[in-house]
């Protein structure tokens, strides 16, 4: 089983930036499209962003033009840049593939506040 661990979290002030990454403890198939999820205080969990195998990239809408997905499979990594971040960003966001065949890791928490 695979297993997911993210990081780069913390607490940044509105407008500030993070990059998230997670680590797979396996390769993972290229077939798959790899996703960064999150979910805020008495909210479901979100897709926020989604990279398929063709390198075509998706994104909720309130969050295009500000966050950027990537992978990079030598390091069994993928990377979550978010710029220019909202107190509505705020959420512990978790990766997985898309859809979320993988067991869920712990996320990383994302805090928005001057």
């Known amino acids: 089983q695979v297993q997911l661990v993210e990081s780069g979290g913390g607490l940044v002030q509105p407008g500030g930036s993070l990059r998230l990454s997670c680590a797979a403890s396996r390769p993972i198939n290229s077939f798959y499209s790899v996703a960064w999820y999150r979910q805020a205080p008495g909210k479901q969990r979100e897709l926020v962003a989604q990279?398929?195998?063709?390198?075509?990239?998706n994104y909720v809408h309130s969050v295009k033009g500000r966050f950027t997905i990537s992978r990079d499979d030598t390091k069994r990594t993928a990377y979550l840049q978010m710029n220019s971040l909202k107190p509505e960003d705020a959420a512990v966001y978790y990766c997985?593939?898309?859809?979320?065949?993988?067991?869920w890791g712990q996320g990383t928490q994302v805090t928005v506040s001057s």
């Open positions: 990279l398929t195998r063709e390198n075509i990239t």
């Open positions: 997985n593939l898309d859809p979320p065949l993988l067991t």
